[in-house]
């Protein structure tokens, strides 16, 4: 008889004991984004997607994730997320003992520098029925990245420099071509019309004309000379009807079409 009791007995704590706890949950529980974590406009967003697993939720467990960014000299706390069991009456997301459940969490914190070498933990406020519960905390994210802040800083210290980039605002474009006349005249032959300087130019022209909002011709010079034997005079009047020619061609070609 005596030894039946001591083993009712011991029957008694083995059911308490597992009744009493609920089981630590691991990193693979949970997945955050962005990872590293990122600093934006002085701000630190965090998005966690968590997942409790079949069996986990007990009907009368409730449990609070908390978010906790810890960094060398002190630790920062984020938005709360709350969850319950079964039988649990509150306004909690309950999530089904059989089945378990899936959830979406933000947090975010004010940036510091110190967070820049930091990791983020779930912790975790439980109960189970009226009685405190321990769950260990788990380490689900690490460092942050502030370019943006990083940048802010160099630019305000005491020994930055800065070097001027390869922007250029205006890109000149230069084009020749040539154009040959036979002797003491002054018109314009197809066949020079036609020469490929000639078919470049007319087409980086008509390029300028259909595209004004990111091109503009800023000039079009005409250079026109005769053949230096003769009269001086003969010469001369007949340079400037070859550079007449030559003008009235290019502005035909560079207008709009």
């Known amino acids: 008889m005596k030894k039946n009791i001591l083993m009712l007995a011991a029957g008694s704590a083995l059911v308490l004991t597992s009744c009493s706890k609920l089981g630590a949950l691991k990193a693979d529980n949970f997945t955050v984004t962005p990872t ?13 997607n968590g997942t409790f ?63 820049l070498q930091s990791d983020l933990y779930l912790q975790f ?11 260990p905390e788990v380490k689900v994210g ?48 197809t066949s020079e019309m036609q020469s490929l300087k000639m078919k470049d130019l007319v087409k980086v022209l008509r390029e300028i004309n259909d595209n004004e909002e990111s091109r503009a011709l800023q000039s079009i010079e005409v250079s026109a000379y005769a053949s230096p034997d003769g009269k001086y005079t003969f010469n001369e009047k007949l340079a400037e009807r070859r550079q007449d020619a030559s003008a009235s061609y290019l502005s035909q070609k560079s207008s709009r079409r």
């Open 53 to 115: 697993p079949q069996k986990y939720m007990k009907k009368k467990a409730q449990v609070t994730v908390v978010p906790v960014l810890k960094y060398q000299g002190g630790e920062a706390q984020g938005q709360t997320a709350s969850f319950q069991g079964e039988k649990v009456e509150g306004n909690a997301q309950t999530i089904q003992y059989k089945v378990g459940g899936n959830y979406t969490m933000k947090s975010t914190w004010q940036f510091t520098e110190e967070m």
């Open 125 to 135: 406020d439980a109960m189970l029925g009226n009685k405190k519960v321990t769950i």
């Open 142 to 189: 690490y460092g942050v990245v502030a370019t943006s802040a990083l940048l802010g800083r160099c630019l305000t210290s005491a020994n930055a420099s800065l070097a001027p980039d390869a922007f250029q605002r205006v890109i000149e474009q230069k084009q020749e071509a040539s154009i040959k006349f036979l002797i003491a005249q002054a018109n314009i032959r």
């Open 36 to 48: 590293p974590m990122e600093a934006v406009g002085g701000q630190v967003p965090v998005t966690i």
